[in-house]
């Protein structure tokens, strides 16, 4: 919601800028006082809707917004009162003084960053981290790409083998996730499209946008702007009314005329049309899939099985759906099945727990194996949590699969690993876990 308001501010300062200077510059006597009024009136709602926007945006709280909306709106205001010429007057004249001021204005901005780091500095580094993770992903195919919609995959399996190989600061394990996007739609669409055309998709923008800027559209242009600074840590392009609005963006900067427009508005009529039927079906399963959580939240698995089957060919792309199903199959003990589905959920999703799932169907099936790999992944994945630890430690308790040196390993994981948060869950694992180890204890004195 910040980053579109902040994509709005440009458009609202622009119109404001403009209809200011055509109010100034008017004769009071020239006949126009109709227009006048109305310039008048058209001042007042756009400067009132900036307000309320300036009101709003701190409460937001969204770094990435605040960005996006003083640095296009300065670009807005140096725009339009012509900067460039005065700039390059200023620069032949009082060279010294020019730089000076740049300098200063970098030094500013060297604060700013520092102070908007600060401000949530784990948000920050949260940031960071999934941009170097990635990048990593990106150097794997970096022509090609994953696919649109695998990112999560991508990410999940390039995290998985960063902190498999041990080499890692002990706060990037402080702040690893499961991201759904990458924070950065140019990193995410050099994952999912490939670097070729990713960077052809980002030149056709500037083009447009050095284009709209020749034309003197500032207003379009600055809004254009905010949008790729925002862009650059967040993730507005996943969410269909940025994607609409960008390209309304970029159609104005064509300047179409009335029947282009025309041709516009029905073309984009025709494909509304033919997706309207599905996104329907695809709605009603959603509210369905609501009811049936009902069910898989009580505990009665059996009944919302039969929901979640039914509804699987509509919501097959959804990872939480997914999961949900795979995992109300491992609660009926049908393990072969729930793996099916909860392999299905990890191609769009990178969350650990569908790697617990799937460790803990091998382990009931009997391959003790094979659910040490899937819990050792969980471990790579997200080394900060503790539950894969703890399911590693009662798989090397199991009495067809004890191995005690291992068991001692998992166990002091879990018994000093600080957690992100401390819960009940974590004070009931490590009581087991105790447990287990007096069971140890007994064998071993027994012997």
Known sequence: YSGYLAMILPVCLYQWLTKR?????????????????????????????????????????SRSAWLAAGVSCLCVYAWHMDWTDKFRL??????????MVVVGGFCV???AGYLLFVLKPDSARGRLFMWKITCRAIAEKPLTGYGIHNFAAAYGNAQETYFAAGD???????????????????LQAAVELGIPLAVCLLVVVVLCLYRGVRKGRYGICGAILSLMIFSFSSYPLQLPVFIVTFGLLVACLSGADRWQWLGVAVLVGIIGGFRLKNDLQVEQACREWMNARVLYNAGAYQSAEKEYGRLYPLLRDRASFLFEYGHGLHKQQQFSKSNRILKEALLRSCDPMILNVIGKNYQQMGDCLSAEDWFIRSTHRLPGRIYPYYLLAKLYAEPGFRQPDKFEKMKRMVLTK??????????????????????????????
């Not at 008017?26 to 309320?52: C, H, Y």
């Not at 004249?93 to 020019?98: A, D, E, T």
């Not at 600061?169 to 996730?177: K, N, Q």
């Open 168 to 186: 890692y600061e002990p706060w990037e394990e402080r702040v690893a996730g499961s991201p759904e996007y990458a924070f950065n739609e140019y």
């Open 90 to 99: 200023l620069w032949q004249q009082q060279r010294q003084r020019v730089v």
């Open 109 to 111: 901005l060297l604060l």
């Open 21 to 61: 200077g055509e109010i100034l510059c008017s004769d009071r006597n020239d006949g126009r006082r109709w227009e006048k009024v109305m310039d008048k009136a058209g001042t007042m709602v756009t400067g009132g809707v900036m307000l309320l926007i300036l009101c709003v945006l701190p409460a937001g709280m």
């Open 418 to 447: 600080e957690p992100k948060v401390h819960s009940t869950a974590i004070r009931q694992m490590r009581e087991e876990i105790k447990k287990i180890q007096l069971i140890f204890v007994h064998i071993k004195k027994d012997k």
